[in-house]
């Protein structure tokens, strides 16, 4: 409820200062992200990168001097792969995120992106030794959303653009007890997504 609360203070604050400019653009985006999951207390913990899908929609206030806003909405994609010597198992947790983004101009066509992350997690599916698992909110690993922080750039030509982004989660997706009846692999504490997205978009203007 808490990151609900704080995603709806955003889109008031957004939506505000849409009240105030009249130059606001909408994008389509879609790409892809290497994901993986840092391990802060077992640095040997074995979880390897996967390859996920994103897509969304972005909001861009266009600033009068070098600096605008842009609100990502998107549906993410994040996990990894992880072997230990008796599994290999291999889990996906499906995000709705919501990415308030600083947009500074260092050129007509490139910007670079900073900003916040809030995302909730709607779904993980799981497969060990190739036995598909599909659980809810807490079923298996994570008990958490994510909050975290992002960086990136994005290259605008004509009504296209590239971007590219780096994000690191700041928020133990750990969940704190597992069901009597599992029988997977016993995650360390302290796991915290990070990922690297490459996509391209759309923009439509007026």
């Given at each position: 409820m808490r990151l609900l609360s704080r995603l709806n203070l955003f889109l008031v604050f957004f939506l505000f200062l849409a009240?105030?400019?009249?130059?606001?653009?909408?994008?389509?985006?879609?790409?892809?992200?290497?994901?993986?999951?840092?391990?802060?207390?077992?640095?040997?913990?074995?979880?390897?990168?996967?390859?996920?899908?994103?897509?969304?929609t972005s909001f861009r206030l266009e600033g009068e001097e070098l600096v605008g806003i842009q609100l990502d909405v998107l549906y993410e994609q994040k996990g990894t792969n992880y072997i230990d010597e008796q599994y290999q198992s291999t889990f996906k947790l499906q995000y709705i995120t919501l990415c308030p983004l600083a947009n500074f101009d260092l050129t007509e066509s490139l910007s670079v992106l900073v900003g916040p992350y809030f995302s909730y997690r709607f779904r993980e599916s799981h497969e060990i030794g190739g036995i598909q698992m599909t659980g809810g909110r807490s079923d298996y690993l994570s008990a958490s959303d994510d909050v975290g922080l992002r960086s990136g750039f994005r290259f605008n030509f004509d009504q296209f653009f590239f971007q590219m982004s780096y994000s690191f989660g700041l928020t133990?997706?750990?969940?704190?007890?597992?069901?009597?009846?599992?029988?997977?692999?016993?995650?360390?504490?302290?796991?915290?997504?990070?990922?690297?997205?490459?996509?391209?978009?759309?923009?439509?203007?007026?």
């Open positions: 009240s105030l400019t009249a130059q606001v653009n909408i994008d389509l985006q879609s790409g892809i992200s290497n994901t993986n999951i840092l391990s802060d207390k077992n640095q040997n913990a074995n979880f390897r990168t996967d390859l996920n899908v994103f897509a969304g133990d997706i750990r969940g704190t007890s597992q069901e009597v009846s599992y029988e997977g692999p016993l995650f360390p504490e302290g796991l915290y997504n990070k990922s690297f997205s490459v996509g391209l978009g759309f923009t439509f203007q007026d």
